[in-house]
């Protein structure tokens, strides 16, 4: 009738057999596949863009946080002692009372 038999597998893009191809990898394109590429392809500068403007500052503020937080657990007692010494320290601690 119309030259086009029903597609076997429905989501692939039957009414565009150029689009409808093989891609570099060998999957054939379906629509969901042309748009994940399209879209991949239209926000890839803009993450770019994003990227070198604020990932050094991004970076920076995460590890003065991380630098703070460890400050913070550093100082709140020794981290190196033994388990033994910790339990002998809070004992003498408690007798002291």
Known sequence: MGGHEPDAQPHV???APHIA???PTGQQLTREG???EFLRDL???I????LQENLAGLVR???QEETARRKRVSNDGP???SFARMVALLALRRRGR
């Open 13 to 15: 893009w039957a009414g």
């Open 21 to 23: 191809s093989l891609t």
């Open 34 to 36: 042309v748009l994940e």
């Open 43 to 45: 926000l890839r500068p």
């Open 47 to 50: 993450i770019e863009q994003w």
């Open 61 to 63: 503020r995460v590890v």
């Open 79 to 81: 981290q190196d002692e």
